[in-house]
């Protein structure tokens, strides 16, 4: 009798690990969010919502602080995209509750390429002028117009980028160089430097692989025109990353 119990016992507990050494593994329950992907301009703000009004106490931690600020806000996570680059935001909550977010930050450096897609109706090259002396803003506009433009046969503009939110740039046309310098690249604000002036460009995203690039050069042709009453001079352009449809 003894020795059928202690046989029993055993196979009992042989059973027994092996019941547990195959138990499936339990999946912590998951943080579910308006999106687990997030693709975005630096310079730009976006927030994700989370969608368990029941879970609370959650812990953000981003992998990357460098290229976006990430907070908690109620239910939202709120992103500042930086700079080029990417990272992943972790969320924990009490009960082993878990949740990820990629966020991904869009920029022009990198060895991207741009070219101009400006030379149709969808993104139309737009140059404003506004002086009392309607004839010389007339000129002024046309005159503009060639210098962007350039020639048909020369081929569409191009600019490269190198770096993530500065570095050089080369901007040609076809397959010519037409000057370099260094760049800077924050909160939408681009700054070429080709030489002894320095340019500054606004940009406004048209979607993920378009911008638009503006430029207010309304104080420098006040300062060489100081009678012409000019009141505004202003160039939008539209560059498109290389291999987009324009």
């Known amino acids: 009798m003894n020795r059928l119990h202690y046989c029993l016992v055993s196979l009992f507990a042989v059973v027994t690990l092996f019941a547990c050494s195959n138990d499936p593994e339990v999946t ?8 687990t992907d997030v693709k975005i301009w630096a310079g730009k703000d976006t927030s994700i919502s989370i969608n368990d009004t029941a879970v609370s ?5 981003s992998s990357n602080t460098d ?5 908690l806000e109620g239910r939202k996570i709120q992103i500042h995209a930086v700079k080029e680059g ?21 920029g022009i450096g990198g060895g991207t390429g741009w070219r101009r897609v400006d030379r149709n109706d969808k993104f139309p090259l737009v140059i404003s002028v506004q ?13 503009l117009a060639d210098e962007i433009l350039g020639k048909v046969t020369d081929g569409p503009a191009a600019l490269i980028f190198t770096g993530t939110d500065s570095g050089t740039f080369v901007e040609g046309r076809g397959s010519k160089m037409i000057r370099e310098g260094n760049y800077t690249f924050r909160n939408l604000t681009l700054t070429l430097n080709p030489g002894a002036t320095q340019e500054l460009y606004t940009l406004v995203p048209q979607n993920l692989t378009t911008f638009k690039m503006v430029r207010d050069r309304t104080e420098e042709f006040k300062a060489a025109n100081p009678d012409k009453g000019i009141e505004l001079v202003k160039v939008e352009t539209y560059w498109g990353k290389i291999n987009t449809p324009g």
Request: aromatic content about 2%; glycine content about 6%; proline content about 8%.
């Open 131 to 143: 002086a009392a002396d309607a004839a010389f803003a007339e000129k002024l506009k046309t005159q």
């Open 67 to 71: 290229v976006a600020t990430i907070k």
């Open 86 to 106: 990417v990272t992943t935001v972790l969320l924990n909550a009490p009960g082993n509750r878990q949740g990820a977010l990629t966020v991904r930050i869009i």
């Open 28 to 35: 912590p329950p998951t943080i579910p969010l308006g999106s």
């Open 57 to 61: 106490a959650i812990t953000l931690n």
